[in-house]
């Protein structure tokens, strides 16, 4: 079952797949969300509105300004303090490193079932 994000555009409304999203970042009263074909949508949606609407598919919240898909993570850089995406981009992360192992790990243990 795919699980799918509204997307209100001005001319048009797009559903989105969630699993299409590699991360979505916070700009102000904005969310800019990037997906894994290297186009973005800006939603008048805080980070944490869109958080709500898509936490429960495998998104963490890595520091105050982004949101990542668990499924895009390649590395964690440990001396800058950066979620290495699949697709290239480099997160910061401000949570500590256990924790974002821990949730990680929790993440594929759980979806291995």
């Known amino acids: 079952m795919e699980n799918r994000l509204l997307i209100n555009c001005k001319y ?3 559903f989105i797949d969630v699993s299409q999203i590699t991360f979505v970042k916070a700009d102000e009263g904005y969310s800019h969300i990037h997906l894994n074909d290297q186009s973005v949508y800006v939603q008048t949606k805080t980070l944490s ?3 709500e609407l898509i936490g429960d598919f ?6 105050q300004s982004y949101l ?3 499924e895009y993570i390649q590395s964690l850089d440990k001396k800058t303090r950066e979620v290495i ?4 981009y480099r997160i910061p992360y401000t949570l500590n490193l256990k924790q974002l192992i821990g949730m990680v790990e929790g993440y594929f ?3 291995k079932a």
Do not use: A, M, P, Y
């Open 58 to 63: 495998g998104f963490i919240k890595v520091c």
């Open 68 to 70: 990542v898909n668990i």
């Open 85 to 88: 995406l699949k697709c290239g």
């Open 49 to 51: 509105e869109v958080h």
């Open 12 to 14: 048009k409304v797009d």
């Open 109 to 111: 243990n759980l979806n």
